[in-house]
């Protein structure tokens, strides 16, 4: 059993300017993230959620504080080796799903193992394996014109899944999608979870969402909220 936590955040802070403002999107913000764990940020919108994904997913850096991948204290290492880290250890799934429009859903999928040194038959028998898990194996030839939202959910989860990461970060994964639909994604994803030992971060403001989650961190205000009151106005 794996005790380092895949991700830890120790006292993190980031603000933007934006004019002559400061805004303060996280005031010290500790999190971790176990191995295998389904967990979510919840919060209302302008809490600080995706900001937080951000630092973690290492598109951004904190202005002050710690964040650390596993072995890795990313928040001190340079963009390049950043980018190294994005590619072989963490998924990202974004609400828009970000699938490329001219190619099939296998093209689709395999196309982040492009840019490692994976050969073509070990590409395949992953990309093959990954469209068998989220049940869409007789769909893999088509376009993301021809699937609906949630089949294209799905392949945007296989494709954030092809590198084999330990954590995937997933910005508002059911926004678009129905309830049936959103719950079908999550089915997938908790499957994924007890086969592969992926564990996931989701920033959400869906109900449906986070009642299914192993643990719920609010965010208000940039700050975790654990008060009771603030909490239930974290939730309104
Ligand atoms: N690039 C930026 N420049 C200036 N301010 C920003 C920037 N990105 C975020 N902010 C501000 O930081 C705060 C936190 O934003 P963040 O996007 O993390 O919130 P969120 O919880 O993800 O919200 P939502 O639920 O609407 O997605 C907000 O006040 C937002 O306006
Ligand atoms: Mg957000």
Do not use: W
């Given at each position: ?99 490329v429009?001219v190619l099939t859903a296998r093209e689709n999928v395999e196309y982040?193992?492009l ?12 990309v ?12 893999a030839d088509?376009r ?93």
């Open positions: 059993m794996n005790t380092i936590p895949v991700a830890e955040v120790k006292s993190a802070t980031r603000s933007y300017r934006s004019g002559a403002r400061l805004v303060r999107a996280l005031r010290g913000v500790s999190l971790t993230i176990g191995a295998g764990e389904i967990a979510a940020l919840a919060g209302p919108s302008g809490s600080g959620k995706s900001t937080l994904l951000h630092l973690i997913g290492c598109l951004d850096r904190p202005d002050s504080g710690e964040v650390r991948l596993g072995d890795l204290r990313v928040s001190h290492m340079r963009a390049g080796a950043l980018a190294a880290v994005r590619r072989d250890r963490l998924g990202f799934i974004f609400q828009s799903f970000n699938l429009p982040p193992l840019l490692t040194r994976i050969g073509r038959s070990e590409r395949r028998s992953r093959d394996d990954l469209l068998d898990s989220v049940g869409l194996h007789s769909k088509r993301p014109h021809e699937l609906s939202g949630g089949e294209r959910q799905r392949v945007a989860i296989a494709r954030a899944l092809v590198n084999q990461p330990s954590l995937v970060l997933a910005d508002e994964p059911t926004a678009n999608l129905d309830s049936v639909t959103g719950a079908a994604v999550l089915d997938v994803m908790e499957d994924l979870r007890d086969r592969r030992g992926v564990a996931f971060l989701f920033a959400s403001h869906d109900p449906r969402v986070i009642e299914r989650m192993d643990r719920v961190t609010r965010l208000h205000d940039g700050i975790i909220v654990n008060d009771p009151q603030l909490e239930a106005a974290a939730c309104a």
